[in-house]
């Protein structure tokens, strides 16, 4: 007698390019948005995308779920400790594109610091004249970053900007002896004693709005705020803001406390540089990242250990 393939439930639309190769791996797949009650009863595993929250009350309604394998590094949508108490094991991508997105994050900060994007627009609306080439701004060399979180993304970070002759501090609530970089006493601290501030830290409940209005300005009207983190981590509304009354410098994001962001939201907001939540995904990197996806579904179904559970 066959058995019934296992029901694996895709959270989000974004994740519908995954649906054949999980029907390939022998899966039966269910989709959050068009579920249909029969199959709510035999959801054993969820395939999902970490930023987006998938609630308890959801959740509860899914009697046989026993894994929620997070495509992503970050895993903030979901509640950990509500899954552990009920017996629901949790996988995330372990630092699988932490050098994606310190890449894209040097990316974000040189194009806002030495006005890349205003400076395209300048060409193009042909504002360019010989007696405006749109003003001089200040060199990068010798300025200092501080880099909140010092994990996997942080440290990559941390490597790159050095290399173009900048100063490396950082704050997070840990202690982490084996750095070379020296830690700041705290966030305010370290923000007051930079020009760049890098958001690198893993979102949870504990951190929501960490980056507040009392941190951008301690960075100040002359300072730059780089967000790759996730957008609950920055008090978006006092970003905003501190951008419109030169309290805060300069913003370069790539994520947003909603997503996607209204375009409205950042109408008339200046010096800001925004991009749709795409450091992380690369050709590379997504493959991988779905492999380890799978891979743990895989391990999960066989009885095995699973290869990248959540700390």
């Known amino acids: 007698m066959s058995t019934a393939p296992p029901v694996v439930l895709l959270s989000h639309v974004m994740l519908a390019p995954m649906q054949s190769a999980l029907e390939a791996n022998g899966y039966r797949v ?67 594109n932490a050098e994606d997105v310190a890449d894209h994050a040097v990316g974000l900060l040189i194009a806002s610091w030495r006005n890349i994007v205003e400076g395209d627009r300048h060409v193009r609306e042909g504002r360019w004249t010989p007696s405006d080439r749109l003003g001089p701004r200040p060199a990068l060399r010798g300025r200092k970053v501080g880099v909140v979180g010092m994990g996997h993304i942080g440290q990559a970070c941390a490597t790159r900007v050095e290399a173009f002759g900048l100063q490396v501090a950082w704050w997070g609530p840990n202690p982490k002896p084996d750095l070379t970089w020296p830690r700041a006493e705290s966030l305010v601290a370290l923000a007051q004693d930079s020009d760049i501030l890098i958001v690198a830290c893993r979102a949870d409940a504990s951190n929501r709005g960490l980056i507040s209005q009392a941190v951008m300005e301690a960075l100040g ?81 066989a009885g095995q250990d699973l290869l990248s559970p959540v700390p």
Request: negative net charge; proline residues 6%; charged residues 25%.
């Open 30 to 96: 269910a989709r959050r948005w068009d579920l249909e009650e029969a199959d709510r009863g035999e959801v054993a595993a969820i395939a999902h995308a970490g930023e987006v929250v998938l609630e308890p009350e959801f959740l509860s309604t899914l009697p046989k779920l026993a894994l929620i394998a997070n495509i992503s590094v970050g895993y903030d949508g979901v509640d950990v400790d509500w899954c552990r108490a009920r017996g629901i094991e949790v996988t995330h991508a372990e630092g699988l």
């Open 221 to 301: 009207p002359r300072g730059l705020l780089v967000n790759v983190a996730r957008g609950s981590v920055v008090d978006e509304d006092a970003l905003i803001a501190a951008l419109k009354d030169k309290r805060l410098g300069r913003a370069a994001l790539d994520v947003f406390w909603q997503e996607p962001t209204p375009p409205a939201r950042w109408a008339g907001v200046p010096n800001v540089v925004l991009s749709p939540h795409s450091a992380g995904g690369t050709l590379e990197s997504i493959p991988k990242m779905i492999g380890q996806a799978m891979e743990n579904l895989r391990r999960h179904f």
